[in-house]
């Protein structure tokens, strides 16, 4: 009973200071916003309490694994703050040295662990909605917002140790700091922007290694295609576009040689293009074909042929699995649930992409190519649904603003097809207003 008052208490002391901060700088400046991340932390606070309370495991991934070692991390700085400050950065260190400052600071729990989790995910909803801001408007950044606050399975990256919602965090921001980036022209921001990039890339690349070569190659895209607008037609255009596609398969494909053919001294180097490797493909595919949720036992590599042959079926599976013949638990069945709403979040991603692409072009093929070459790499990778929907949400939380600018796009049009009516009112509006 006492453990559990302790543990109560230093929960208590995060939500206060939580609470705090989210009404001293959302509550004037953005009420609206401010409702959405009260709502989304109270709903992450039930859920986490009432999976601690009833022993619930909807998905423990490597928690105890992240857990050890940044209970390990406390314990070095308790026997001496300063002097293992250098003894700290072992395995997943860029997410077990956070994690284990927080035990060192509220206690070594997994409840406050979760909790951590939770106020990252408070961090990815700011950076959502500013990202839907920035793109379109504020009403559909609200409704972004919203649905990533009901968003079920976000609730359970939030009640996890996991290194997705850092990675989310960062991936947000980077995306946020390159919109910034081109919008503006004053060399001071520019450099800002430019070294808040470098620094989200490098952490992100010590998070998870591989997403150094996938930014990478998209970065390729944002800087070689051109920001301005076209009155008239191009005839340099087919060029620029089937260069960039070029040099995107030539960098691609000699990363892929240096991989299967060489070894790379560089540790962080080498950890980013470790799957570029048809060894090193083949030994993920069998430890992923060990779990419950497997869905490709037998999928193994020998060549880049069998990866193009099989591709349709991994990128099937890796985006909307589970599919109903899947589902034999609970647990099965909450992740259908998600695999539909991951199905209508693709639909109107697609029906909003073109509109997003008139209005930020450059960002638009970044993100564009950050999801494809992503989603393609991340597929043949994957061989069981709990590591799917656990790495597709790199891909999907980036979705969310332009798939909502979609619905409403296309809501919008409806309307006006039912009702003519309506249709001429509106656009004597829009006259007026213009």
Known sequence: MAEFLDIFLRCLVIVSLVLAALTAYFSRKNPGLFRILLLYLLICLTFIQVKWLLHLDLGSYDAALYHSLSLSVREKLHKDLLGNLGGIFINYSAYTVPLGIIYYLFGGSQLIGQMFSALIGLGVLVNVYRLAEAWFDRRTAQLTSLCLALYPFGWVLAGTLNRDLPILFFLTALFRLLTRLSS????????????????????????????????????????????RKFAKPDLTRPLRIVALSAIILLVGGGLFHLGTRYRIPSYLFGKSIQFLSLEEINKRLDNSSDADSAYAHDLRFGSLRDILTNLPRALLYFMFSPFPWQVRSVKHALGLMDSVLVVCLTFFFIKGCPSFCRRRRRVALFLLAFVLAGVVASSIIQANVGGAMRHRTMFTFLMFPVAVHGFLAASLRRKQGLSPYFSCQWQQTQRKAL
């Open 184 to 227: 503006t022209a004053s060399l001071a921001p520019r450099l800002a922007n430019w070294c808040g990039i470098v620094f989200c890339a490098t952490y992100l690349a010590l998070l998870r290694p591989p997403l150094l070569l996938l930014l990478g190659l998209s970065l390729m895209v944002f800087l070689l295609v051109s920001a």
